[in-house]
């Protein structure tokens, strides 16, 4: 990478944070922290799509959904790995940090709206066909009855094998729901974070 290129990369990456300051100190729940995921999260997240897909699948099929994709680092990641922007829809609520997700990737698709409302905000011949999401939610900010309504309306979406994936700050579990409906696996621990993550992966139990 040239000189030039890692000094426009890290002033992005100034400006991103900026914003994402901004927009914590006015909804510090639900925007959940003021640093962007760290460059070792973003790929253990991407990792985990990309693992047992060669790159003549990653370029050619998956519908891949981002919930609560910030300033975009995890959704720039995604680009680069060689998914097609088409594929790619993201789901931000924040119609600040949305609205410079556009600008900054005109050719994803980005929905302004809430990640338990997916069936309603995402195309309907969509639905049932996503074979992967990946979450940056701030889930532990939020009640049991949200973490139950955010987990169905994913699975609503997804295609029977589709696999979500979701990180979170620390090593338990955002997703304690009582009913032994949705099982977890913890993928993998992010130290390199701050704070430090742990990215898990959710199933509907069989
Ligand atoms: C921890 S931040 C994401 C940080 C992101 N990974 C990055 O590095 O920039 C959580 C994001 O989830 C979004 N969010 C919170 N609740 C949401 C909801 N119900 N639906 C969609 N997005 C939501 C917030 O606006 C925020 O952008």
């Known amino acids: 990478?040239?000189?030039?290129?890692?000094?426009?990369e890290r002033l992005h990456r100034?400006?991103?944070?900026?914003?994402?300051?901004?927009?914590?100190?006015?909804?510090?729940?639900?925007?959940?922290?003021?640093?962007?995921?760290?460059p070792w999260?973003?790929?253990?997240?991407?990792?985990?799509?990309?693992?047992?897909?060669?790159?003549?699948?990653?370029?050619?099929?998956?519908l891949v959904l981002e919930l609560g994709a910030g300033t975009g680092v995890i959704?720039?990641?995604?680009?680069?790995?060689?998914?097609?922007?088409?594929n790619l829809y993201v789901v931000e609520i924040n119609p600040i940090l949305a609205d410079e997700l556009k600008r900054l990737y005109p050719t994803i698709n980005v929905i302004v709206g809430d990640a338990r409302n997916l069936a309603q905000i995402l195309p309907t011949e969509l639905r049932g066909s996503?074979?992967?999401?990946?979450?940056s939610l701030p889930l532990k900010n939020f009640d049991a009855e949200f973490r139950s309504q955010f987990?169905?309306?994913?699975?609503?979406?997804?295609?029977?094998?589709?696999?979500?994936?979701?990180?979170?700050?620390?090593?338990?579990?955002?997703?304690?729901?009582n009913d032994k409906t949705v099982e977890s696996r913890?993928?993998?621990?992010?130290?390199?974070?701050?704070?430090?993550?742990?990215v898990w992966q959710y199933f509907r139990a069989r």
């Open 75 to 86: 959704t720039q990641n995604l680009l680069a790995m060689g998914l097609p922007p088409q």
């Open 41 to 62: 999260l973003v790929k253990a997240m991407t990792r985990a799509i990309a693992s047992g897909l060669n790159p003549l699948q990653i370029a050619a099929s998956p």
């Open 186 to 198: 913890a993928v993998k621990q992010v130290w390199l974070n701050f704070p430090p993550a742990t």
């Open 130 to 135: 996503f074979d992967f999401t990946i979450s």
């Open 1 to 8: 990478m040239l000189v030039r290129d890692v000094t426009a």
């Open 151 to 177: 987990i169905e309306s994913v699975f609503a979406i997804m295609n029977n094998n589709g696999k979500v994936f979701q990180y979170s700050y620390f090593f338990s579990n955002p997703l304690k729901l």
């Open 14 to 38: 100034r400006i991103k944070k900026r914003e994402l300051f901004k927009q914590f100190l006015l909804n510090p729940k639900q925007v959940g922290t003021v640093f962007p995921s760290s």
